[in-house]
Structures are given as C-alpha cells and as structure tokens.
C-alpha cells in the first residue's frame, strides 16, 4: 500500500489517499490542478496513521515536501 497526500502551495492538505496500485508512468494517483501537488508518504509511521488522523493533524511543508504535525492550536 502507498499513501499519497495532494497539498496546496500554502501546504494545506487537500486529499490523502492509499493506493494499492498505480499504473505504470504515473507518479502520482491525482488530477493536479494549478496551484496543488502531491506528495508520496514513506515514512512507516506516517503510513500507519489513519487518514482522518493525518487530515486533522499534519501539513506539508511546501519547501521542504515533508509532512509535519500540526501544533495543538493549529489543528483543523
């Protein structure tokens, strides 16, 4: 299984999927609009999260392309 999260430039996340396949030549399962991109999660742990968990709790940092968590004041 692969987790893949779709982010805005600001790093707010815009879909998180798990994917058991993806066809051949796609980097990514999404349709990227201008202004978003996606992310590939490695990070065993990360993987592990639920997603409702990873939605409410974590962000993209844009530069960096690393999912962090949120401080408790900024959680959704």
């Known amino acids: 299984m ?3 999260i779709a982010y805005d430039s600001n790093g707010d996340i815009k879909s998180v999927l798990d994917a058991d396949y993806i066809p051949e030549g796609l980097e990514t399962p999404f349709i990227l609009y201008d202004g978003e991109f996606a992310l590939e999660v490695l990070d065993k742990a990360l993987t592990e999260l639920s997603i409702e968990d990873i939605n409410r709790g974590y962000k993209v940092d844009a530069k960096v392309k ?3 968590k949120l401080k408790a004041t900024d959680a959704k």
């Open 66 to 68: 690393k999912l962090v």
């Open 2 to 4: 692969r987790r893949f």
